[in-house]
């Protein structure tokens, strides 16, 4: 059975950044006419094309400063990093070449591409959910032992 | 100029969502990610929120041939469910749920100042790297 942890359920901000990325992805394609998906801003840098570099730094770079503002004026939420340098880089890329294989990621896939009602991102989410859920099963439970 | 602006605009947009979603947190994702244990369903939240936005404004997308900024409206013509897609998929949500950063948060946490998000950070460049080298190859073959 599914045990909630309720401790950790932060149902109100989670929706309310949930809605602040649904802005961000609605105002990226009602005004620029693209998808926010960020695996795919950042693997086109590596393949630059005339006239298609700046506005990929442009938004990765909002990414990058969101943190660094948000500091400026208040403390920034927990971010807890507990994977070992290893696994980090194991991480770093398989979801490097996953995202770039599979066209996408959370982002692209799971917000943008759901929200257009596309079967391919649809199929593309379910797939990296489970496998979500398999790997952390695997270290949490089947090699941790927790 | 107005299309970088707007760029820039939505990147920080999606970051601020991101921190105050606690998605930018790897724990947050792992809470999520891990059913068998104590399950924390935030993630789902966000992206019912995201999608919520999102429906309507692809609704309004899908009708226009150019953005309102006079941009072409580019949405994914593909809709091919292959092998590319699934395995691409499954090796990134392996990675996923290796360390709890996908794309997004990986780079809001490098913003941060988090080292472990800049060793995660160069490792994913240097995956889709190998990518682009994979592909090359195949290509001239």
């Known amino acids: ?146 | 100029m107005k299309f970088n602006l707007a760029s820039f605009g939505a990147g920080l947009l999606f970051g601020i969502g991101l921190l105050v979603s606690g998605m930018a947190n790897p724990e947050k994702v792992l809470g999520f990610l891990d059913i068998a244990g104590q399950w924390d369903p935030s993630l789902a939240f966000v992206m019912g929120g995201a999608i919520l936005v999102g429906l309507f404004a692809f609704t309004v997308a899908k009708q226009r041939t150019t953005s309102f900024l006079g941009f072409d409206m580019r949405l994914p013509a593909s809709d091919r469910l292959d092998k590319r897609l699934v395995i691409g998929s499954l090796l990134f949500g392996a990675g996923w749920g290796l360390a709890g950063f996908c794309p997004g948060p990986g780079l809001v946490a490098l913003g941060a100042g988090k080292s472990g998000a800049l060793v995660f950070v160069v490792a994913m460049v240097a995956g889709m790297g190998l990518f682009e080298v994979i592909e090359k190859n195949r290509a001239r073959n």
């Open chain 1, 1 to 146: 059975m599914i045990e909630i942890a309720w401790d950790n359920f932060t149902p109100w901000s989670a929706l309310a950044g949930g809605i602040i990325i649904g802005l961000s992805a609605a105002g990226f394609i009602l005004l620029n006419g693209r998808i926010a998906g960020i695996s795919g801003i950042l693997g086109g840098l590596l393949v630059p094309q005339k006239r298609d570099v700046f506005w990929r730094i442009a938004f990765l770079a909002g990414m990058f400063v969101a943190p660094l503002l948000w500091m400026m004026t208040a403390e920034l939420p927990p971010i807890e990093i507990k994977a070992s340098y290893p696994v980090l880089v194991a991480a770093g890329l398989l979801v490097g070449i996953g995202t770039r294989y599979g066209s996408g990621c959370t982002s692209g896939h799971g917000v943008c591409g759901l929200s257009r009602l596309s079967a391919r991102s649809l199929i593309a989410t379910l797939t990296f959910m489970v496998a979500g859920f398999v790997t952390v099963y695997i270290i949490r439970h089947l090699i941790t032992g927790a």
